[in-house]
């Protein structure tokens, strides 16, 4: 159980255009999604918390108009990088919890790179 | 942003041999989790802790959540190769209630 999918796995995209990241919870509702950044070799970094047909909560430093995040469902939350540059090139990993707020069970990142 | 202190960051040890590994911090946590991330995969969830003093065991692995909610350890007993990847501590300090603020990592590395 607590299984959390990303798509796409990997992506490779031109600097100026837009990038659409999905999480998806697959066997639990996820009343709250997390979207973490991590660069090579470091810890995971939260971008932004994300409750379910509500606006997302993002951490110091994170422009909410560069990074738009949407968690329309219980299983669905989808973070789309706009006018992509090349530091936006990172390992994006979001994460989801349940109902009983146990824990953050993570998805298997998704690698995008912006040449 | 604030992070734990783990310790070690590295780790280089024999096939077989037990590893140990720590967090702490300067505030009080509710709630510690240890994960393991390998390259290029997300962080999988090893142990969860919730109450002060407990101590808990998944296998070869075994965490402790510190008495004082200020620290935790997670020991690795008679190591195997697929033990290697980066391990992460995580806490919360309010219980089921969002934020994990995490450590910086152990590396851990296995001659075989």
């Known amino acids: 159980g607590a299984v959390v999918s990303q798509h796409p796995s990997r992506v490779i995209c031109k600097s100026g255009t837009s990038v659409k990241i999905e999480c998806r919870s697959l066997d639990f509702q996820a009343t709250t999604m997390f979207w973490y950044r991590q660069f090579p070799k470091k810890s995971l970094m939260l971008m932004a918390t994300?409750?379910?047909?509500?606006?997302?909560?993002?951490e110091q430093g994170v422009e909410k108009d560069k990074f738009l995040i949407n968690h329309a469902s219980l299983t669905l939350s989808t973070l789309t990088v706009t006018s992509a540059h090349p530091e936006d090139s990172s390992f994006y990993i979001c994460s989801a919890s349940g109902l009983a707020k146990e824990t953050q069970y993570f998805g298997p990142g998704t690698r995008l790179l912006v040449l | 942003g604030q992070q734990l202190n783990q310790s070690p960051q590295s780790m280089f040890i024999q096939e077989g041999e037990d590893v140990s590994m720590n967090c702490t911090s300067s505030s009080i946590f509710n709630t510690w989790l240890w994960y393991k991330q390998d390259p290029g995969e997300g962080p999988v969830l090893l142990i969860a802790l919730y109450k002060a003093g407990e101590l808990t065991s998944n296998g070869r692995l075994t965490a402790q959540f510190g008495i004082t909610r200020k620290d935790s350890f997670l020991n690795i007993s008679a190591s195997i190769p697929s033990d290697v990847g980066i391990y992460f501590c995580a806490g919360q300090r309010v219980q089921g209630a969002q934020k994990l603020v995490f450590g910086q990592g152990t590396r851990l590395t296995i001659n075989p």
């Open positions: 994300s409750n379910e047909g509500s606006k997302a909560t993002y």
